[in-house]
């Protein structure tokens, strides 16, 4: 027997055990967009980051297993404290949702205290506590315009800041955080994949740098862009993203054919869960996340406040 006949047996019997496990515990896979291929095969629900907090939301399972990254399956626990929320790598975390502190922002508060305060998910539990309202790369804009203030501190992502700084007349501050991943996309980048791929239409998520999005045919949230590759009569499509979406594009839209922008938009901690992880997390009900009840309640505010937003 191969090693490769060897590994798809092992895999075969994981994956019955963990759908056996999750009967057993009342759990359910969350996973995100960017996992890996086994990752979303043995998911129940795939989505973007507005798609799994409103599933999150709803769940009546006793155990949501969370792929994805940290503030992720934090979010999932602000708003079913009673839940067991298990996040497989507990290293899995975001390093643009670490570029700010809830302590940055108690003084950036102070320094404009008529402003609102719009957070990104993509921020810790501690942060959403001290912010208005939260908002995801799929409403952001509704958000912004939901405000009554003419001002608004947006953190922690300068690129999704001021992307939404085009569709409003508020006046957006960003903080100068970024997501290293979307951030490091070119516009020398662009201009390969175009003469590559000539007829290929362009999407792209909203934390590239400005001047990726000015050269770009459409921006999406990463469920956006499946949506739109799904629906759209082109059949070719540059992909602006982190690549671990082209294996829900190959499998929701098989009949299109996409390709990476960059093929090093890699996001490595959202790599760290495999299904090896997810079968231990199962077993053991262990990483668990928790948020402390009294951070939990402010920042639940601030996610709700986003979910009443149709
Ligand atoms: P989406 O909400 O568009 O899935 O984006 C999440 C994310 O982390 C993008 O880097
Ligand atoms: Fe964070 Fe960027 Fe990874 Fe998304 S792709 S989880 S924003 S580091």
Redesign the pocket.
Known sequence: MTDIQIRTKDTESIIKDILRLKEEKDAVILAHN?QIADVQDIADFIGDSLELSRKAATLDNEVIVFCG?DFMAETAAVLSPEKTVLLPAPDAN????DMITAGELRVLKERFPEAAVVCYV?TSAEVKAESDICCTSANAVKVVESLKEKQVLFVPDRNLGRYVARFTDKEILPWEGF????DRITSDDVMRAREAHPEAELLVHP?CRPEVIDLTDHVFSTSGMIKHVCSSDKKEFIIGT?VGILHRMEKDCPDKSCYPLSSGAI?A??KRTDIQKVHRALETLTPRVTVPEEVAERARMAIQRMLDIK
């Open positions: 960017y990254v975001c390093p643009m949702s993509n997501c290293f991943v979307h934390e982190e996001c901690t959202m």
